[in-house]
Nanobody
Framework: QVQLVESGGGLVQAGGSLRLSCAASGRTFSVYAMGWFRQAPGKEREFVAAINWSFGGTAYADSMKGRFTITRDNAKNTVYLQMNSLKPEDTAVYYC????????????????WGQGTQVTVSS
């Protein structure tokens, strides 16, 4: 099993920045890729970004490219999501997820999930 714990969410004004962290523990050697997803009230869970745990290859949702950056620190077993130029429509609960098979934009590809962290962007 892999445990994922997100942190770093909060309230920020439009145009501001936040950095989310996701600390992984347990059988982290089994994780191939880590992803960030988000879910706003009344909406489906949406892919944000993902990173290959070993090689660092990344993928982003089109709407996040240029504003969000996903990175990882293998020594700390931690994945980060740097979010810049935040907009009110970025308001959501952000979830960290781990996949043992592949880097994917599909939430069904992920085996492990964190509890989520709330990000609220005020206008």
């Amino acid at each position: 099993q892999v445990q994922l714990v997100e942190s770093g969410g909060g309230l920020v004004q439009a145009g501001g920045s936040l950095r989310l962290s996701c600390a992984a523990s347990g059988r982290t050697f089994s994780v191939y890729a880590m992803g960030w997803f988000r879910q706003a009230p009344g909406k489906e869970r949406e892919f944000v970004a993902a990173i290959n745990w070993s090689f660092g290859g990344t993928a982003y949702a089109d709407s996040m490219k240029g504003r969000f950056t996903i990175t990882r620190d293998n020594a700390k077993n931690t994945v980060y999501l740097q979010m810049n130029s935040l907009k009110p429509e970025d308001t959501a609960v952000y979830y960290c997820a781990g996949s043992t098979l592949r880097l994917s934009a599909l939430h069904s590809a992920y085996d492990y999930w964190g509890q989520g962290t709330q990000v609220t962007v005020s206008s």
